[in-house]
């Protein structure tokens, strides 16, 4: 018979409690980190009103969830206490770090509208699974280096790499109400999935280019895995994929986390700023956050009926990523359209009021002079 030593029963008991002590020190580290994201952007002007104005219209997102349910969840890209952007793939799978439900705005207007950008994070994109995706990209990274003169595009690079940090979002339009009465409407949504942006407007959901509303908020379907973002049908086509079912994330205000058993079938999420996460991140270029950075230069937009030049500079433009593809994740000002190569890169989201024009074919009536911009420094802040 085995007999245990006093001294290592102490010891090991020692070791437990520590242990313990450090799952309480991560989860609240992850509370701090969060806390102080929203507080620090709440200091600035106009902050309250973007963040009303961004939770009245923020988008029901139903989250499919592939065989691992885990790489499935929205989360911050700080999930796990860094800002450190490849060791993400590997802290997915620590159920040390909540994977809590939070959602990057920012929000810019014109006379006549409201433009609201929301970004919806994972981890993982693992497209092909988990392992294999990963070993099945690091062989076509040879090829695709080779291939991409063949594909101009870039779309197969997206279409089969899985790759560490994954980013996609959504442009939500709103018409002011001419009479200040409060009756402002979604007109105009806009997602990214695999380097396309979709264009809708409000409708049935049936055809291709409409969406559903309830209330006002816009329904949208993340897919399993790759976390491409489309209008929400719930058809068999759609849902195919979704072999663990679907999660309903709405805004509560509450960042809500998910438990490690049987998947939930409903979370709330919370807002937190891109001006203050990634953006702020951004202006240092390549970091531990950016694998890659980008020279923006000089953008030129209309503030109150005037053109006005402004700087960019560098700015980082892709996250830096090690497992499968490399940096393949981008932040908004980092998204494009494939079939639309010959534009600016980041125009959807430096200048939304003239992208939607252009995609919706508006007239006049519509306009593209912002009278706030806080990424471009640029206007004001209107409280709303």
Same mark, same amino acid.
């Given at each position: 018979?085995?007999?245990?030593?006093?001294? &290592?029963?102490r010891?090991?008991?020692?070791?437990?409690?520590?242990?313990? /002590? +450090?799952?309480?020190? &991560? %989860?609240?580290?992850?509370?701090?980190?969060a806390?102080?994201?929203? +507080?620090?952007?709440?200091q600035?002007?106009?902050?309250?009103?973007?963040?009303?104005? =961004?939770?009245?219209?923020?988008?029901?997102?139903?989250?499919g *969830?592939g065989?691992?349910?885990?790489f499935?969840?929205?989360?911050? @890209?700080?999930?796990?206490?860094?800002?450190?952007?490849?060791?993400?793939?590997?802290?997915?799978? #620590?159920l040390?770090?909540?994977?809590?439900?939070?959602?990057?705005?920012?929000v &810019?207007?014109?006379a006549?509208?409201?433009?609201?950008?929301?970004?919806?994070?994972?981890?993982?994109? %693992?497209?092909?699974?988990?392992?294999?995706?990963?070993?099945?990209?690091? /062989? /076509?990274?040879?090829?695709?280096?080779?291939?991409?003169?063949?594909?101009?595009?870039?779309?197969? #690079?997206?279409?089969? *790499?899985?790759?560490?940090?994954?980013?996609?979002? &959504? *442009?939500?339009?709103?018409?002011?109400?001419?009479? $200040?009465?409060?009756?402002?409407?979604?007109? @105009?949504v806009?997602?990214?999935?695999?380097?396309?942006?979709?264009?809708?407007?409000?409708?049935?959901?049936?055809?291709?280019n409409?969406?559903?509303?309830?209330?006002?908020?816009?329904?949208?379907?993340?897919?399993?895995?790759?976390? $491409?973002?489309?209008?929400?049908?719930?058809?068999?086509?759609?849902?195919?994929?979704?072999?663990?079912?679907?999660?309903? !994330?709405?805004?509560?205000?509450?960042?809500?986390?998910?438990?490690?058993?049987?998947?939930?079938?409903?979370?709330?999420?919370?807002?937190?700023?891109?001006?203050?996460?990634?953006?702020?991140?951004?202006?240092?270029?390549?970091?531990?956050?950016?694998?890659?950075?980008?020279?923006?230069?000089?953008?030129?937009?209309?503030?109150?009926?005037?053109?006005?030049?402004?700087? +960019? $500079?560098?700015?980082?433009?892709?996250? +830096? $990523?090690?497992?499968g593809?490399?940096?393949?994740?981008?932040?908004? %000002?980092?998204?494009?359209?494939?079939?639309?190569?010959?534009?600016?890169?980041?125009?959807?989201?430096?200048?939304?009021?003239?992208?939607?024009?252009?995609?919706?074919? *508006?007239?006049?009536?519509?306009?593209?002079? !912002?009278?706030?911009?806080?990424?471009?420094?640029?206007?004001?802040? =209107?409280?709303?």
């Open positions: 018979m085995f007999h245990a030593n006093p001294q &290592c029963t010891l090991a008991s020692v070791g437990n409690r520590l242990a313990g /002590l +450090l799952v309480d020190f &991560c %989860w609240l580290t992850w509370v701090l980190l806390a102080s994201s929203v +507080l620090g952007y709440a600035s002007p106009g902050f309250d009103a973007d963040l009303a104005l =961004a939770a009245r219209y923020a988008p029901i997102f139903y989250q *969830l065989q691992t349910p885990r499935d969840y929205i989360t911050n @890209f700080d999930f796990d206490g860094d800002w450190r952007g490849d060791n993400n793939w590997q802290n997915a799978d #620590d040390r770090f909540p994977l809590a439900a939070w959602v990057y705005f920012s &810019c207007e014109t006549t509208h409201y433009f609201i950008h929301y970004a919806v994070f994972h981890p993982r994109d %693992w497209k092909g699974g988990n392992r294999r995706g990963v070993v099945m990209s690091d /062989l /076509l990274r040879l090829g695709a280096r080779y291939g991409r003169k063949y594909d101009p595009t870039g779309a197969v #690079d997206d279409l089969v *790499l899985a790759h560490e940090n994954d980013l996609e979002g &959504c *442009l939500v339009v709103v018409a002011k109400s001419r009479t $200040g009465q409060g009756r402002e409407r979604v007109v @105009f806009e997602s990214l999935a695999h380097n396309k942006f979709l264009r809708y407007t409000p409708g049935t959901g049936q055809s291709a409409s969406i559903r509303l309830e209330g006002q908020r816009p329904l949208l379907f993340i897919e399993p895995r790759g976390h $491409g973002i489309e209008a929400y049908r719930g058809s068999q086509r759609q849902l195919r994929a979704a072999v663990k079912g679907v999660v309903r !994330y709405e805004y509560t205000g509450q960042a809500d986390v998910p438990g490690d058993g049987e998947p939930p079938r409903r979370l709330g999420y919370a807002l937190v700023p891109l001006e203050t996460t990634l953006w702020a991140r951004a202006q240092a270029g390549r970091n531990e956050t950016y694998g890659e950075q980008f020279n923006y230069g000089t953008r030129h937009i209309t503030v109150a009926g005037k053109r006005r030049a402004v700087w +960019l $500079g560098v700015l980082g433009s892709a996250f +830096l $990523g090690i497992n593809g490399r940096n393949m994740a981008r932040p908004p %000002w980092g998204w494009f359209d494939r079939n639309e190569r010959h534009r600016p890169l980041g125009e959807w989201y430096f200048d939304p009021a003239a992208t939607i024009k252009r995609h919706f074919q *508006l007239g006049n009536n519509f306009s593209t002079s !912002y009278t706030a911009h806080p990424l471009l420094r640029a206007g004001r802040r =209107a409280q709303r």
